[in-house]
DNA sequence: AACTTCACG
DNA sequence: ACGTACGTGAAGTTC
């Protein structure tokens, strides 16, 4: 016997049951890949077993087959395959050949038969044969030189059919398997067999009579009366059905065993599909991508300082930090690459160095960078100013997919097929073990990162051209870092001392309430648990449960508020919420944070993580400081202004999102109603309900402004019924007339969510982009989000577009200006600074101006400004 | 690390 | 029939 092994594939049997095995996944661009995905993995793991020097995968070519001929009906009645699984067939087939298998479909022939026949050839040529496949039916080929692998729950998990395991299993011989189906039916395929004869009788009579053919012969010999005259009754029904159970082992085929030799994959291509697919653990573990020898070694200099003759008029550069926070975390050292050499210059020697310094500033040297917000925040703590950035890693491959998110230089990297870099956990550890690296490790891993940054930036740049971003990379989110950079370093001061007597006091409060809530309760347990005070409220006190989280009871406040009549604690947990919430989070939380030196919170600015294009603050949270709330808003006094004499300013733009609405959709009464600066929550309430300005009732408008929300939100009748507290149907009332009265809206949302569908992503003003994998599920709750979003992104995206540029005029005005006001924080439509007193009458002028101007559309937007002592002060 | 709650736009 | 309003971050509890 020859040591030649085949391996023959059934395609579309696989790809089913890796497409039902696996949660519906899906890339970036929209795509589901769960099949191809677990395809992938039962190929590598039955090639890694099995080692096979012949290959072949078949698919079945089309719906008609030769069977047809014979049974109409054969596998009619089948569920049409899904969508989200045919549209991964075309990938499964690349993959296959990239991996450099043979593929091979017939007109007229299903995949078994191909098989069949492929076997039966294999089998002559003495070669070992294995045949993988989801279908049991497949069994029947099994013999001393084949053994048949299906596929059981799971996508690794297979059950190996030789002879003796279909005997142990049935009882009967492979080939008996098909007299069985001839009995017993297929109702997958639509095979009848004889009714009322199920696999257990089948097995019986083929143990006695061995094939359908004797039974039919021997038919007096079979015992009992109704089972005889069922498989009289369907004597050519049984006949046939074993004819459509046989798989044809001499269909047509043009390909022969020889010419599948398998030489085994080409990894590039492999790893190229599964660039496209996302296939992100398979490229994490795949050994071609990560073995430390096949990653290019690199070489680089470690430097004790700059030195002038190093720094070219084009470099990368990239200052390595402990950690994200880099406001505080230590210099490790600094990354240049030239496109030929690297450089390491080890610690935070470099802004030492007066040549380096210079020639950050200096903006006819060309900066590219991992992050150059970063960069700029603490070039100025140094201060340097960095100017001449002219590629940024990090933001331009949010651009290009906001939905990709993280700060890691590997992790972006490999998103757009480079590969010879590092993931910073790889060097630095996680959790407890978490520590720099020697100086060789880091100075390596330091340069991989310039050096990737080098290699990503044609390859990112083009694809900024190709989507019609790069100017929004470029000449709004370029300039954006290095003004935010330099905001977060600038800081807000904030007067411990303020937030230190509200703490005390509210930790009377606090005290107060907390022997109240004892008292009431009758015994003591920690409010702040969601679980022991369900206990106390729903099963000691009694009250009724109205909503349930997925582990017990909600606490949350709306629906405590519908019980506060039931019981006097509620609102005294209410409020002990409140004041908890202000003291954990704003009163300690934020004094935690205010830096000894400067007394100031220096915020950090997260320029590419929202999947809207709006920016996010962490450490602390700037952008969620109290407001609505009278107790709460008083945090702001704390915050003040960093010289004597001077004041807090800020300026907010009024309903930016709506006004962005009334752009996009071009409703008249919308674009009208913001034309002559109407009351815009008012004008919709006299639309929705049909009255006279002056019958507007606070409910009325209250309403109104709900639908208004819902309507930026991607309106849903349950979600406006949640928020009003009215019933889902008066909600979907408000919403038909809502949008019978703004015909414009119901355009723009079903225009917009038909894009979506036909593209795959929606865009804002300044062509940011979101892709919406789920819009065409067919999950409804997944499609249904998906549909939202596609409403929601481009209003709230291009309002943070807005803004944004907004910032930048912003920034460039105060410098031409000669001002000394500086801008100190962004919240989303509002913007804050601080300002000496002497400048408060330019800025009544210029921010109005200049925010108002930022970007022209259709209709005006508006601004309105407050100053004062304290951001307190500013409403 | 997941969940719940709540602060903001 | 399905069950959710869009976008965030932080704190506290529980597993």
Redesign the pocket.
């Known amino acids: 016997m020859s040591s030649e092994k085949i391996l023959l594939l059934d395609g579309n049997s696989l790809a089913y049951r890796a497409f039902f095995a696996l949660p519906l996944l899906t890339n970036e661009h929209g795509i589901h890949t769960n099949a191809v995905y677990g395809f992938t993995l039962m190929l590598q793991k039955i090639m890694e077993e099995e080692n096979p020097t012949h290959m072949l995968v078949a698919f079945d070519a089309g719906k008609t087959t030769f069977r047809h001929s014979t049974f109409g009906e054969y596998k009619g009645g089948r569920q049409k395959t899904p969508p989200e699984l045919s549209e991964q067939f075309p990938y499964v087939r690349k993959l296959i050949d990239a991996y450099g298998i043979k593929r091979y479909e017939l007109e007229m022939f299903e995949a078994d038969d191909i098989i069949g026949t492929l076997c039966k050839q294999a089998e002559e040529k003495g070669q070992q044969v294995i045949v993988v496949s989801g279908d049991k039916d497949l069994t029947q080929l099994a013999t001393e030189n084949t053994t048949v692998y299906i596929t059981r729950k799971g996508i690794t998990d297979i059950e190996k059919y030789t002879p003796s395991h279909v005997e142990e299993k049935y009882g009967l011989s492979p080939l008996q398997i098909i007299d069985m189906k001839g009995l017993m039916g297929d109702a997958s395929d639509n095979i009848p067999g004889v009714p009322g004869v199920g696999e257990k009788t089948a097995i019986k009579l083929l143990k006695e009579h061995g094939s359908v053919e004797n039974l039919y012969q021997a038919l007096d010999t079979v015992s009992g009366a109704k089972l005889k005259e069922k498989l009289v009754a369907n004597e050519d029904q049984a006949k046939m059905s074993k004819i459509l159970a046989t798989i044809e082992t001499n269909a047509p085929i043009e390909v022969s065993v020889d010419d599948l030799t398998y030489s085994g994959p080409n990894m590039e291509e492999v790893t190229s599909v599964w660039k496209e697919l996302s296939f992100k653990t398979l490229l994490e573990k795949s050994e071609y991508v990560t073995d430390e020898q096949t990653r290019t070694e690199i070489k680089f200099e470690v430097l004790e300082n700059v030195n002038q003759s190093i720094l070219k008029d084009t470099m990368v550069v990239h200052l390595e930090m402990y950690g994200e926070q880099y406001h505080t975390s230590e210099l490790l050292g600094i990354a240049l690459y030239d496109g030929e050499k690297s450089y390491f210059i080890p610690g935070s020697m470099a802004f030492q160095s007066k040549a380096f310094c210079e020639w950050l500033e200096d903006e006819n040297k060309v900066k590219y960078l991992v992050d150059s917000k970063a960069v700029q925040a603490v070039s100025k703590k140094n201060n340097v100013s960095l100017h001449g950035a002219d590629f940024d890693l990090l933001l331009a491959a949010y651009i290009v997919n906001?939905s990709i998110?993280s700060e890691d230089v590997a992790t972006m990297a490999k998103e757009f097929g480079y590969f010879d870099v590092l993931t910073d956990e790889n060097v630095y550890g996680?959790?407890a073990k978490k520590a720099t690296p020697e100086l060789d490790k880091l100075g390596e891993h330091a340069s991989r990162k310039a050096q990737a940054v080098w290699k990503l930036k044609p390859t990112l740049e083009e694809k900024l051209h190709e989507n019609e971003q790069y100017s929004l990379y470029k000449e709004l989110e370029l300039p954006l870092a290095s003004i935010l950079g330099t905001m977060e370093s600038e800081g807000v001061k904030v007067e411990a001392k303020v937030l230190k007597e509200m703490g005390v006091d509210l930790e009377q409060k606090l005290l107060t309430i907390e022997k109240d809530i004892y008292e009431l309760a009758g015994e003591e347990f920690?409010i702040?648990?969601?679980?022991?005070?369900?206990v106390i409220l729903f099963e000691k006190i009694g009250l009724t449960p109205l909503?349930k989280?997925?582990?017990?009871?909600?606490?949350?406040?709306?629906?405590?508020e519908k019980l506060e009549s039931e019981h006097e604690v509620i609102s005294h947990i209410?409020n002990y919420?409140?004041l908890?919430?202000?003291?954990?989070?704003?009163i300690?939380?934020?004094m935690?944070?205010i830096h000894e030196n400067d007394q100031k919170i220096h915020?950090r600015y997260?320029q590419a993580?929202?999947?809207?294009g709006?920016l996010?603050?962490?450490?602390?949270?700037l952008?969620?400081?109290?407001?609505?709330?009278e107790e709460?808003?008083k945090i702001r006094k704390a915050f003040v202004p960093s010289k004597p004499d001077w004041v807090m300013f800020a300026a907010?733009?009024s309903q930016?999102e709506l006004r962005v609405l009334a752009h996009m959709c071009e409703d008249e009464k919308l674009v009208e109603a913001f034309n002559h600066d109407m009351d815009i929550h008012t004008k919709t309430a006299m639309d929705v309900f049909h009255v006279e300005k002056e019958d507007v009732t606070s409910d009325m408008r209250r309403a109104a402004k709900?639908?208004n929300?819902?309507?930026?939100?991607?309106?849903?009748?349950?979600?406006?019924s949640?928020?009003?507290n009215i019933t889902?149907k008066e909600?979907a009332t408000f919403?038909e007339q809502y949008l019978n009265s703004f015909p414009g809206v119901k355009g723009y949302m079903d225009d917009i969510v038909r894009e979506a569908k036909q593209k795959g992503y929606v865009t804002t003003i300044l062509k940011r982009r979101?892709y919406l994998p789920e819009i065409t599920s067919s999950n409804?709750?997944l499609r249904?989000?998906a549909e939202?979003?596609a409403?929601?992104?481009p209003i709230?995206g291009s309002a943070a577009d807005i803004i944004k540029k907004a910032m930048i005029d912003m920034a460039k005005r105060l410098e031409e200006e000669k001002m000394q006001a500086k801008m100190l924080l962004q919240?989303?439509?509002?913007l804050i600074f601080e300002a000496p007193k002497e400048e408060i009458e330019r800025l009544e002028k210029i921010v109005p101006e200049v925010m108002e101007s930022a970007i022209k559309l259709i209709v005006p937007l508006k601004v309105e400004y407050a100053y004062g002592p304290s951001w307190y002060d500013t409403k």
């Open positions: 906001p998110s996680k959790g920690n702040n648990s969601p679980k022991q005070l369900g909503k989280t997925k582990t017990g009871y909600s606490t949350a406040a709306d629906v405590l209410l919420r409140q908890g919430k202000l003291q954990s989070t704003y300690e939380g934020l935690k944070e915020t997260q993580l929202t999947s809207t709006r996010s603050s962490i450490n602390p949270n952008q969620n400081i109290p407001v609505r709330l709460g808003r907010d733009y930016i709900a639908v929300f819902g309507i930026v939100y991607g309106i849903s009748d349950y979600g406006l949640q928020n009003l889902r909600a919403i979101r409804f709750n249904s989000f939202r979003t409403m929601n992104t709230q919240v989303h439509d509002e």
